[in-house]
Structure formats: C-alpha cells, structure tokens
C-alpha cells in the first residue's frame, strides 16, 4: 500500500520537477531548487564525450549515433525508486512497439553518478534485455557510466539538471527520456514514469526523419504534433478531418469505379 502511494506521488510529483524552473525559488522544496529538465530541442549532444560501457571500455559517446535515432534515458543505477519506475515504464513502452531496438532504433542509457561502474551496468542491462527479450537488443541498448567531468557535459548538453540530497543521501533529478536523431541532435522529450508508445513511436518517427514507420504510421504522425510543454503528441483535429474527408473521397472514388464497371457487364448479360 505505501508503495503504490509512493508511486503515485511520483507520477504526480515529476511534472512539477520538470518544470521547477519556471517556479519561483522560494515555492519549492530546497532538494528541487536546482533539478529539472530544460528543453534544448535541436541543439546537439557532445558526441566525442568518452563513457564506459558495460565491459569497462571506453567508447565516444557518437559510436551509438550515424545510423538510427536513438533513445537516451539518464538515470543512476542504484537509485532506490524513480530511475526503476523510469526505466520499468520505458522497456513497457518499449515492449508494446512494432519497432525493435538495435534495428529501427538504439537506446543509451546513462548513469548520471560518477561513483557507478560498469558492474552496474551490467547488472542492469542483463535485468532488462531480460524483460524485453528480442533479438537484436544486446546490441542496441546500450548501459553506460563515465567519470564527473563526461557526465557533466552530457547531461548540461540534454538540459538534465539533478542535485545530491545531503539529508537523504539521494540524488534529486528529473524523469523522462530524450529522443535523438541519427546525428546527435535533440529531438523530442517525453517526461515522467510512464511512456504512452504511441507518443514514443511519433517521436521515434520524426526523428528519424521518416525513414522508419509504414505509410499508414506517416498519416498517424501528420495528424498529430508534439507539445513541448507537456512532452506528448496531441491530435491536430483540421488535419484529422482533412484525413477524413480525403478517406471518404477515395472510398466513395472506388465505390463509383466499381459501379461503372459492373452496369456495363449486367447489360451485356
């Protein structure tokens, strides 16, 4: 019962961190004065920083960009709740998409805390390659931990602002995930705990520029738009009513065309 109450504080309370900085100072708890996350849709993430991944080698952050957008979850490895529930609310999001990680896409994901190692690291990834279990995933989601200096200007880069709590011995951070494009730019961010996959798979989309999603998925994209403020897809309703009447015109186009072809055939016989 506590559990799912602390849950729901989460979900409750994430919003408010993120967007703490439009907040006047003195309204906010002071583990949340210095924690949120900026928007810095476009900009471009510092792609020769050096992490280490799950094995202890180290690799320039660009190595996992070039070829597909990527998913960039930031989080720290022992955190004792809400990086869990992000990463738990992600491989969920995750496991309902047509697209699969390591073909349509990768997924980066970073501990924020220079004290963490790759054990960690791969203590993780075996947990959730566990739960997702599709091919290609071992070599696309990615689990990585760096030195203070790296992460720093990784997640200065994505606008992830976090603080350590003297008095719980805790990080205070944000939730959300980040969406890249094949080169390194910042596309989309989706906040919380819980990712809804069609707001995933839009964002997935734009990214990639279309080159991922079926041509029924492009008419899904075009009429819906992403709101930064809130981080989801909302319906374009002009453009889903010009949709509309587009299908009712080729439907009653192909209803004309049908009944021409069978008068001639009935007056033959």
Not at 69 to 97: K, Q
């Amino acid at each position: 019962m506590i559990r799912r109450l602390l849950v729901a504080l989460l979900a409750l309370l994430s919003p408010a961190v993120l967007h703490a900085q439009s907040l006047p100072a003195d309204t906010r708890p002071e583990a949340l004065r210095d924690v949120g996350f900026d928007q810095r849709l476009g900009e471009s993430l510092p792609l020769d920083v050096v992490l280490r991944d799950e094995s202890g080698r180290s690799v320039p952050l660009g190595q996992y960009f070039g070829r597909r957008p990527v998913v960039l979850s930031v989080v720290y490895y022992d955190c004792p709740m809400l990086c869990t529930l992000t990463l738990n609310g992600l491989v969920s999001a995750l496991s309902t998409l047509s697209f699969d990680v390591g073909r349509e896409f990768e997924v980066v994901t970073v501990s924020f805390d220079p004290r963490e190692g790759p054990d960690l690291a791969r203590a993780k990834k075996a947990s959730y390659l566990q739960r997702y279990q599709r091919a290609g995933a071992p070599e696309g989601w990615h689990f990585l931990t760096g030195d203070e200096a790296a992460l720093k200007r990784l997640t200065a880069a994505v606008g992830f602002r976090y603080a350590w709590d003297e008095r719980t011995k805790q990080f205070a951070h944000p939730a959300g995930i980040v969406v890249l494009t094949p080169e390194g730019r910042i596309s989309r961010y989706l906040y919380g705990i819980e990712y809804a996959p069609k707001d995933l798979k839009l964002a997935l989309m734009e990214s990639s520029a279309g080159r991922i999603g079926s041509a029924l998925d492009q008419v899904l994209l075009f009429c819906y738009q992403y709101d930064p403020q809130t981080g989801r897809y909302g319906a374009m309703i002009l453009r889903l009513v010009r949709v509309g009447a587009l299908v009712t015109l080729l439907a009653l186009g192909g209803l004309i065309f049908a009944l021409r072809r069978v008068k001639p055939q009935e007056a033959a016989g």
